[in-house]
């Protein structure tokens, strides 16, 4: 292997060396503007027949460096129709855009950062502003996608500020892998490691491990120009394994020619208030079975009706209802304050930006604090400025105060909802007593949330750093060679601390751990293209390389309990502190290339390859194959070009189809068998095997996929659609299959299963408006429908547990879809020729009870919801039957029942209760955004200071519509690190935040 990278690089170099000729070249400005004079900002300039492009700032100006007389530029913007002015012996241009333009022309981003027509794509892409994800105000910016990409999904935790967010694209692939896109920021790939992370990262659902987030929150959404998703395996091919689930390509901010100083400063301030929590009720107080207790949990006592009794601390009042969670919560403070600073200097243009978020958010002590750098530097220098050098450095500082401590055990939000109503939280806000022990109502259980907030502390910083530099020499006006490096660092610094005089703890437990990684990516790419070689024939070929390397390590320490109370080192153990430590490696080392035919500009067809050689897997199976091949037939091209005319209602129209290969391999060291050491009671060494049997001829996932589309355009391009189905089926599916303890192994490795997932995705836009001087308005609407199945997942096994606790689990089925819930069931009638077949079977009592036996599919499945309505809670008559054991004959219930056994029986069996009452339908319909966006027009600016000015304010989680699921968040789920994530445990609230913004440009 090390031979064969040895005789790659120096093949590059040798292509470099020998291809190099000589050509005149030189530098041409210009200004782009609309039929009224208005600049045309962000339009696409491409020199024809070659990848030297550039795109236009604010002011519409661009610099561009183009070869001898008889070069032509075209430039394409949205809306506008695409023009190729020549050059000449013109050193300035004027450019006027006509109206009409498809949409398709314009130049997007594609794999390995080419960049196309996009009229020239076989494949699904969908590319989001910078500036509309900016415009969201969301801290953490994957939460800004949702609604913005069709076929995309994405699934928040309810961890209150930096709390994760999972993306999912086109349905899940695998059943072990974390099915998240590939993240690739300015050509590097980025580490978007979700949830619960780290040694000991733990979903469980009474003392889980804290959300950490996940990697892509550390982004600054004002540095990104844009957003480009990958959704397909033809799309994102190019980089092999890694995508094998989609890629996101980011492309940060560089430096344009700005008219001004080129300064731009940004101001956002938003409050939050809670958005929906669970219903309530208000009628009936602390106890049990229509008694007061001043020391129980629940809210089973009288009716409140302003009667006096004795509180926990022995004071005597009237029994009110209080609303806790309101009480408890404080409006949250987001602050996202941001400077950037760009300009371009003959042939150097400089980007660099500082930002500073500060989300405190509406649980007491819970913060979130970000600081952003990044200075971006790219100039062109040499003979006839030939060589272009790109250079980025990307720092984010986070520290994240106090994450939501989730789970059954201490979880504060699940203490607000179930505190009887007629108890007042804000009593405890002062949460340790004289003796220093924290004050609640039930000594020897629970937790004070105000104690949690202040005594029961968490911190973590993470210090990343993103660094990119390019250099590429433009060989002639049809070859161009580019070499690339960069690499993705950060360090998470841990802590925990829990203050002495809890339940919880006597004397306290510290914690403390640090995690590093780091990976890093060299590449290289040589690009040939050149239009009309033979006839109306060209087309565009690309050869390159990479090398990657990852370095993960981490180590924790923990003094389970202190000596010296509230002494937080880890030498105050009571004994020796626990330490854990993990490290691994890996490489991944490829060649990739592909070819495009471009006929006429209407027909183009394109194959791609990679070759991946991963350190993951054995010698014999390391190297894998992944081909692809793509069309794109713009047919109302062809009509034009050859004499035809399109009816007067269309104006474009475009078919495509696609089929690739990608896959996914293995995480490292899961090949070989090893023995782990540890210590037996005696405190002798031992050596025992590990839970998982390895097999070394294990091979990557296959994931095979086949597209289409249709874009079309109409009414003067006034309106449009992008239709598209897929269907990709994940073969060789990397599982461990569940095995006899008694073998010593309690799974093995193996290669099976299949994984299909098939849809349509539909993305319409419409101009309504387009009047520039007075209102214009654009909509877009994404639709989009997934059926993801596992047709199979190993000879005789027909499941696998993707997650779930206790009786609930969430299952891949062969021949169901993928994570269907499976859990316990009320118990009813099973005789099929019973006229009762199918109600409810009593107990004796007249109560629901289990069914009991295996877990079984529940599907959508809901018992009837009853709370107190109208303010009571009457005696009840469940409706079912119940068995004479005299007669062993079914009668109709009669007996009457309180809601309190009635929610008992449901709620009892188990830890969890029965399953089939706790499982809700999360559709919902919601207006997540509403924005209002005001121009201060030009000419009232104060001349020579400021070139713009913008006000505006906008809302988040504006109106749950339509929900199912009694004031619960259905956006809120438990854990996104995982592939069971239909689970929701005490989140914290959702908020809704309202913010006031300011931007200026000087």
């Known amino acids: 292997m090390k031979k064969f990278t040895q005789k790659l690089l120096l093949s590059t170099v040798f292509c470099f060396c020998a291809m190099a000729t000589f050509a005149q070249q030189r530098e041409v400005t210009g200004t782009v503007k609309d039929l009224k004079g208005e600049p045309v900002a962000n339009a696409s300039v491409l020199v024809k027949g070659s990848t030297t492009g550039t795109t236009t700032d604010a002011t519409g100006h661009f610099s561009i460096t183009v070869s001898g007389t008889k070069s032509v530029l075209s430039i394409s913007s949205v809306n506008f ?6 050059v000449g012996t013109e050193k300035s241009l004027e450019i006027a855009l006509l109206p009409g333009e498809t949409g398709l022309e314009e130049v997007v981003v594609t794999a390995l950062g080419i960049k196309k027509s996009k009229k020239s794509l076989g494949f699904a892409v969908q590319e989001v502003k910078g500036q509309t994800l900016a415009e969201m105000n969301e801290p953490n910016v994957v939460n800004s996608l949702s609604g913005q990409v069709s076929g995309l999904q994405v699934t928040r935790s309810g961890n209150g500020p930096a709390g994760s967010s999972k993306i999912t694209l086109r349905g899940n692939n695998s059943l072990t892998g974390d099915n998240q896109p590939l993240i690739v920021v300015d050509g590097i790939p980025m580490q978007n490691a979700t949830g619960r992370v780290g040694i000991g990262g733990t979903n469980d659902f009474w003392n889980p491990s804290l959300d950490m987030g996940n990697g892509l929150s550390d982004i600054n959404a004002d540095d990104i120009a844009t957003l480009t998703v990958l959704k397909g395996p033809a799309a994102a091919a190019l980089y092999g394994s890694r995508a094998g689930n989609g890629v996101i390509l980011i492309t940060t901010k560089s430096g344009k020619k700005q008219s001004g100083l080129g300064i731009n400063i940004s101001s956002s301030v938003g409050f939050s208030s809670i958005f929906t929590y669970p219903d309530m009720q208000n009628s009936f107080a602390q106890g049990s079975n229509d008694l007061y207790n001043p020391t129980s949990g629940l809210s089973w006592g009288p009716k409140i009706a302003g009667q006096s009794d004795t509180a926990w601390d022995g004071s005597v009042g009237p029994l009110k209802a209080y609303n806790n969670v309101d009480n408890y919560f404080q409006t949250g403070i987001t602050s996202n304050q941001n400077i950037s600073f760009q300009q371009a200097f003959k042939s150097t243009s400089i980007y660099t930006s500082y930002n500073r978020l500060d989300d405190e958010g509406m649980s007491p002590g819970q913060k979130l604090t970000r600081n952003n750098l990044m200075a971006r530097v790219a100039t062109k220098f040499g003979h006839d400025e030939r060589w272009n050098l790109d250079t980025k450095i990307q720092y984010t500082n986070s520290i994240a105060n106090n994450r939501s401590l989730e789970g059954q055990n201490g979880n504060t939000y699940a203490t607000l909802y179930t505190l009887p109503r007629s108890m007042d939280i804000t009593q405890f806000k002062d949460p340790v007593d ?97 239009d009309d070689v033979f006839g109306k024939l060209g087309g565009v070929i690309t050869l390159g390389g990479n090398l ?52 006429d500009d209407y027909l183009y067809l394109t194959g791609t390859f990679r070759n991946d050689w991963s350190s993951a897997l054995s010698s014999e199976n390391r190297s894998y194959f992944y081909p692809s091949v793509n069309m794109a037939f713009v047919f109302s091209e062809m009509i034009n070009k050859n004499g035809g005319h399109l009816p007067a209602w269309m104006s474009y129209g475009k078919i495509r189809a696609s089929y690739a290969t990608v896959g996914n391999d293995l995480p490292p060291y899961q090949l070989y068998n090893t023995y782990q050491i540890g210590n037996d009671p005696n405190g002798n060494t031992t050596a025992s095997r590990r839970g998982t049997l390895y097999d070394p001829n294990v091979r990557s996932e296959l994931i095979k996929s086949a597209e289409f589309g249709l874009d079309m355009r109409f009414l003067d391009n006034r309106i449009g659609f992008d239709l598209a189905y897929y269907k990709s089926n994940a073969t060789r599916q990397l599982i461990d299959l569940p095995m006899d303890p008694l073998s010593g192994y309690s799974f093995r490795k193996i290669n099976s299963g299949d994984i299909q997932n098939k849809g349509i995705e539909l993305t319409v836009d419409a101009r309504i408006l387009s009047n520039s001087s007075a209102l214009r308005w654009d909509m877009a609407v994404n639709y989009s429908t997934n059926d993801n199945t596992v047709n199979s997942i190993y000879p005789g096994v027909t499941k696998y547990q993707l997650g779930g606790y206790d009786n609930i689990q969430i299952l891949a089925v062969a021949g169901e879809k993928y994570g269907e819930i499976y859990g316990s069931t009320i118990k009813r009638v099973t005789d099929e020729k019973d006229p009762n077949y199918g109600k409810w079977l009593l107990d004796d009592n007249g109560l629901p009870q289990t069914a009991g036996g295996a877990v079984v599919k529940l599907g959508n499945q809901q018992a009837a919801a009853m709370t107190a309505p109208n303010g009571e809670r009457p005696s009840m008559v469940v409706n079912g039957v119940i068995l004479n054991s005299g007669t062993n004959q079914y009668e109709a219930n009669t007996k009457e029942v309180s809601t309190q056994q009635y929610w008992g029986s449901l709620s009892g069996p188990g830890n969890l209760g029965i399953t089939e009452a706790n499982l809700y339908d999360a559709s919902n319909i919601r207006l997540r955004n509403v924005q209002l966006i005001y121009n201060v027009p030009r000419k009232v600016l104060p001349k020579n200071v400021f070139q713009r000015a913008q006000i505006s304010v906008s809302a988040n989680n504006v109106w749950l519509i339509s929900s199912h699921m009694h004031g619960l968040d259905p956006d809120s789920v438990y854990a996104t690190g995982t592939n069971a994530t239909g689970f929701e445990n005490g989140s914290a609230p959702t908020p809704r935040t309202f913010f006031v913004n300011l931007n200026l440009g000087f």
């Open 81 to 86: 129709a695409t023009q190729e002015v020549p």
């Open 434 to 530: 004289d003796a220093g022990n924290m004050r609640w109502y039930t000594p020897g259980s629970g937790a004070n949330p105000y104690w949690n907030a202040q005594y029961n502390l968490n911190e973590d910083e993470r210090n990343r750093y993103l660094m990119y530099g390019s250099l590429s020499y433009q060989f002639t006006d049809w070859l161009k060679g580019e070499i690339n490096g960069g690499t993705d660092m950060y360090t998470t610094n841990t802590e925990s601390k829990l203050y002495a005089g809890s339940p919880a703890s006597q004397t306290g437990r510290y914690g403390k751990g640090k995690q590093t990684f780091q990976e890093t990516n060299y590449s290289t790419l040589i690009t040939a293209k050149k």
């Open 548 to 599: 990657m390397s990852t370095n993960n390590s981490a180590i924790n320490g923990s003094a389970g309990t202190l000596v010296v109370p509230n002494l937080f080192t880890l030498g105050n153990a009571v004994g020796k502190p626990d330490v854990g430590e993990a490290f691994s490696q890996k490489h991944i080392n490829s060649v990739y290339g592909s070819l495009e035919l471009n006929y």
